[in-house]
């Protein structure tokens, strides 16, 4: 019989090129694994006296709330959308397996520790004890777990830089959050200053998560829709951290849902994919205002023109 205190948790193992560790292991993280194990580096002879490391292998552990299925399918996407940039990734050779764990279902939490974003952003899990880390930092709980967003990949954290920049001395009146995942993109907004923002996602635990964390955060109602369609009226900034195909597909949309003069913030792309997403922002008339990049991953802020521009 098994013990009391044994949980059931899903191991990735996956072999990786070393330049690729960066950003899977930090969309592991931002997938629900609290913490991502690499090691077993392979050698290969490149001359009889030199050896050079070509892969090494990743594993990254997923506590039980986080769906299987679910967790398999995102997996898959985002990894098929890294390999654009590291072309020798093998999404194909992802293993998944139940892991039961003992101790260690708590004893991770002492690697995920809080992070600062910007100038005045604090994100900490609910367990940490913050003592003078929130000193004059705005804070968000947000726990790893069912929906991507923990401010650890690349994508979100060049989000929520963007956001503080947009929001500065004067916020935005009215905030939309596109593909939501644990909300820490639209509470961001809200703890910045914006007064009404909505979030959407097709995912129903992703509308959950973001519920959860704004009454966990304080900040007051986020309201909330399965789709884009679903949010009436204009926004004086959206964001949209998608995959680059879903940005391409969207741009006209996210365009529509635009006030006149308001700033868009898209990011899920990866440099090799930046030509394309900038075509679609571009053909749907939206103006380049700025880009970031961390890691190989592009944020990109646009702007629609202002009426009579």
């Known amino acids: 019989m098994a013990a009391a205190n044994v ?27 609290p913490g991502v194990v690499t090691g077993q580096t392979d050698f290969r002879r490149r001359k009889a006296s030199t050896r050079v490391a070509r892969t090494t292998r990743i594993e990254a552990y997923f506590p039980p709330d986080v769906p299987r299925r679910r967790l398999e399918r995102q997996l898959r996407a985002a990894l098929d959308d890294v390999r654009a940039h590291f072309p020798k990734l093998a999404p194909g050779r992802a293993s998944l397996e139940p892991f039961e764990t003992g101790d260690y279902g708590t004893a991770w939490r002492a690697h995920f520790p809080p992070i600062t974003v910007g100038k005045t952003l604090l994100i900490a899990p609910s367990w940490h004890e913050l003592d003078g880390d929130a000193e004059g930092r705005h804070v968000l709980r947000i726990d790893p777990g069912q929906a991507f967003g923990t401010g650890h990949h690349p994508t979100t954290r060049g989000c929520l830089l963007e956001i503080e920049h947009a929001c500065g001395a004067t916020p935005p009146r009215r905030g939309l959050d596109v593909g939501c995942g644990s909300g820490v993109l639209a509470l961001a907004m809200r703890a910045f200053g914006v007064k009404r923002v909505a979030a959407v996602d097709d995912d129903p635990l992703a509308i959950e998560a973001t519920r959860e964390a704004a009454h966990a955060n304080g900040l007051g109602p986020i309201a909330t829709g399965p789709s884009l369609a679903s949010r009436r009226g204009a926004y004086d900034l959206v964001v949209a951290n998608l995959f680059a195909n879903l940005l391409v597909e969207l741009a006209p949309a996210l365009a529509a849902r635009l006030a006149p003069g308001g700033t868009l913030i898209v990011s899920g792309l990866l440099e090799s994919q930046e030509t394309d997403v900038r075509r679609a922002l571009r053909a749907a008339g939206l103006r380049h205002r700025r880009r970031r990049c961390l890691s190989t991953w592009v944020t990109l802020v646009v702007q629609r023109p202002p009426e009579g521009a």
């Open 7 to 33: 949980q059931r948790w899903t191991r990735l193992r996956l072999p990786i090129p070393i330049e690729a560790t960066d950003a899977v292991s930090a969309l592991c993280i931002e997938l629900g694994a």
